[in-house]
T-cell receptor, first 111, second 115 residues
């Protein structure tokens, strides 16, 4: 199973700041998904990226897929307390059915 | 649709006791997954079903763990006997399709504490 490394592990910032979190692998991703998990809840899909170099935007969130499809980043502009949560990247395991998750970046945005 | 439903939300039990976790997937979803989340290991797949049939249970830690899906709207994950190292949050997820960009929908999880 492909190992997904996420960084940083923890991030604490103030409202209004910008931030970037990363997801890397030594192997090529077939596709990559980003999930957000709020405290006490299950992960919720934010986006799927498939093509190398692809950029997708979701309001203040910008997702980028590396040209070689071995890395991805999530940039949040003007973070808000509602952005607090665990950000997980995931790809499909070798079977192609189940998700293989990184350990996530835990983000805390304080007012 | 109410989404994926899991019960109980919290379970506290003593070592050696049997624990049963329950899941109702989204209606019409053919795939059901059980995951376990811990601080040390993150989210790990335990087992998944397709059309009520277990396809891959290689993630089940040991024989103390078993999962069933008697029909399309219900699945259980059982731990017997439970041990303190089983303490974790257990998630059930379902999806219409698999692979590619298909989305898995997660339930709110069951937080299990084994004393």
């Amino acid at each position: 199973t492909q190992l997904l490394e996420q960084s940083p592990q923890f991030l604490s910032i103030q409202e209004g700041e910008n931030l970037t979190v990363y997801c890397n692998s030594s192997s090529v991703f077939s596709s990559l998904q980003w999930y957000r998990q709020e405290p006490g809840e299950g992960p919720v899909l934010l986006v799927t990226v498939v093509t190398g170099g692809e950029v997708k935007k979701l309001k203040r969130l910008t997702f980028q897929f590396g040209d070689a499809r071995k890395d991805s980043s999530l940039h949040i502009t003007a973070a808000q307390p509602g952005d607090t949560g665990l950000y997980l990247c995931a790809d499909f395991s070798n079977s192609g059915y189940a998700l293989n998750f990184g350990k996530g970046t835990s983000l805390l945005v304080t007012p | 649709d109410a989404g994926v439903i899991q019960s109980p939300r919290h379970e506290v039990t003593e070592m050696g006791q049997e624990v049963t976790l329950r899941c109702k997937p989204i209606s019409g979803h053919d795939y059901l997954f059980w995951y376990r989340q811990t601080m040390m290991r993150g989210l790990e797949l335990l087992i998944y079903f397709n059309n009520n049939v277990p396809i891959d249970d290689s993630g089940m830690p040991e024989d103390r763990f078993s999962a069933k899906m008697p029909n399309a709207s219900f699945s259980t994950l059982k731990i017997q006997p439970s041990e303190p190292r089983d303490s974790a949050v257990y998630f059930c997820a379902s999806s219409l399709e698999v692979g590619g960009g298909n989305e898995q929908f997660f339930g709110p999880g069951t937080r299990l504490t084994v004393l």
